[in-house]
């Protein structure tokens, strides 16, 4: 199947990035390479771009697509979470800069048998990496009730969290959950119609909860950026596009501490701590998508990119 995937902020990302030509680059989010296509664009001879995704279809797909600059890349089958360990795999000590387009792409979700979607009937499948073990078979099946209802409030901030996870540790007595139609049919149950009438798709925020903990979205999220940053060379940038509230919270939380790693108390008069800023924010409010890119790409509706600079 082709990969497809509509690249989401992508000229505000290659914007904010200020590239160099003869700069070198992360796109740790490979996904479509519509990032990676820009920034390639714009190096020169010397130039360099490392491109990871930890979807195998995704980095055979990018190598087709960016075949053109094949003398600038490095597409590595791989973890953002590993950023540091990977690139510097490559002999590279530091970059320019680095985009991070978070959460589920566009092929992803249209690909049936990943079961991303819950508007297509598919095996419960939901990991990025097809490579490993946890699937979401794994998590509605195995998980007991109350870590069910913790993950699908805490991830999916659903409100009806504990109907769910009780109807779906109610509907598993007598027989396994497969597929994610049968799940949908039981979030739908488990919802009081009343609500289900309003709002989004009633098992939106269940399969937003579910992918996260398949995937380690959160867990991960903290120590990749500070590995981001890390590798970052003066001036370089680093920018992240989330999808929903609690990425960008963290995002967000993380930014600011490297921003303002003083441990000191608020009351005394001079920092005693040492811990000077590893980042500037380059931007304080949030950058979403033009209405436009909204019309064109109805996905990118939620949005969000965060910008820090390193000092």
Same mark, same amino acid.
């Given at each position: 199947?082709?990969?497809?995937?509509?690249?989401?902020?992508?000229?505000?990302?290659?914007?904010? =990035?200020?590239?160099?030509?003869?700069?070198?680059?992360?796109?740790?989010?490979?996904?479509?390479?519509?990032?990676?296509?820009?920034?390639?664009?714009?190096?020169?001879?010397?130039?360099?771009?490392?491109?990871?995704?930890?979807?195998?279809?995704?980095?055979?797909?990018?190598?087709?697509?960016?075949?053109?600059?094949?003398?600038?890349?490095?597409?590595?089958?791989?973890?953002?979470?590993?950023?540091?360990?990977?690139?510097?795999?490559?002999?590279?000590?530091?970059?320019?800069?680095?985009?991070?387009?978070?959460?589920?792409?566009?092929?992803?979700?249209?690909?049936?048998?990943?079961?991303?979607?819950?508007?297509?009937?598919?095996?419960?499948?939901?990991?990025?990496?097809?490579?490993?073990?946890?699937?979401?078979?794994?998590?509605?099946?195995?998980?007991?009730?109350?870590? =069910?209802?913790?993950?699908?409030?805490?991830?999916?901030?659903?409100?009806?969290?504990?109907?769910?996870? =009780?109807?779906?540790?109610?509907?598993?007595?007598?027989?396994?959950?497969?597929?994610?139609?049968?799940?949908?049919?039981?979030?739908?149950?488990?919802?009081?119609?009343?609500?289900?009438?309003?709002?989004?798709?009633?098992?939106?925020?269940?399969?937003?909860?579910?992918?996260?903990?398949?995937?380690?979205?959160?867990?991960?999220?903290?120590?990749?950026?500070?590995?981001?940053?890390?590798?970052?060379?003066?001036?370089?940038?680093?920018?992240?596009?989330?999808?929903?509230?609690?990425?960008?919270?963290?995002?967000?939380?993380?930014?600011?501490?490297?921003?303002?790693?003083?441990?000191?108390?608020?009351?005394?008069?001079?920092?005693?701590?040492?811990?000077?800023?590893?980042?500037?924010?380059?931007?304080?409010?949030?950058?979403?998508?033009?209405? =436009?890119?909204?019309?064109?790409?109805?996905?990118?509706?939620?949005?969000?990119?965060?910008?820090?600079?390193?000092?």
């Amino acid at each position: 199947m082709k990969f497809e995937h509509k690249t989401v902020l992508r000229d505000q990302a290659v914007e904010y =990035l200020n590239i160099i030509p003869d700069g070198v680059y992360v796109d740790a989010t490979l996904g479509g390479g519509g990032h990676s296509m820009e920034i390639l664009k714009r190096l020169g001879r010397d130039g360099k771009l490392v491109g990871i995704d930890r979807d195998i279809n995704a980095v055979k797909a990018a190598g087709c697509r960016l075949k053109e600059f094949s003398d600038k890349i490095v597409l590595i089958h791989g973890n953002f979470k590993d950023i540091n360990s990977l690139v510097k795999g490559q002999g590279i000590t530091g970059v320019d800069g680095i985009v991070m387009d978070l959460g589920v792409s566009s092929h992803q979700l249209d690909q049936g048998e990943r079961g991303f979607s819950y508007k297509r009937d598919a095996p419960l499948d939901m990991r990025m990496d097809r490579s490993q073990t946890l699937s979401a078979i794994e998590v509605v099946n195995e998980y007991n009730e109350e870590q =069910l209802s913790r993950l699908i409030k805490e991830y999916g901030e659903e409100r009806w969290a504990k109907r769910i996870a =009780l109807f779906i540790v109610n509907h598993r007595k007598k027989a396994p959950i497969m597929t994610t139609g049968q799940l949908v049919e039981i979030i739908k149950a488990a919802i009081p119609a009343s609500a289900r009438r309003e709002g989004p798709h009633p098992a939106k925020r269940t399969f937003q909860a579910l992918r996260i903990e398949v995937n380690d979205e959160l867990g991960i999220l903290e120590n990749a950026i500070k590995d981001g940053v890390d590798l970052l060379n003066k001036k370089g940038r680093i920018c992240i596009i989330t999808f929903h509230s609690l990425e960008d919270r963290r995002v967000k939380q993380v930014f600011r501490k490297l921003e303002n790693p003083c441990t000191c108390p608020s009351r005394a008069p001079v920092c005693v701590c040492g811990k000077q800023p590893v980042v500037r924010l380059v931007n304080r409010k949030l950058i979403t998508p033009s209405p =436009l890119e909204i019309r064109e790409n109805p996905r990118a509706r939620s949005a969000g990119m965060r910008v820090a600079e390193k000092v």
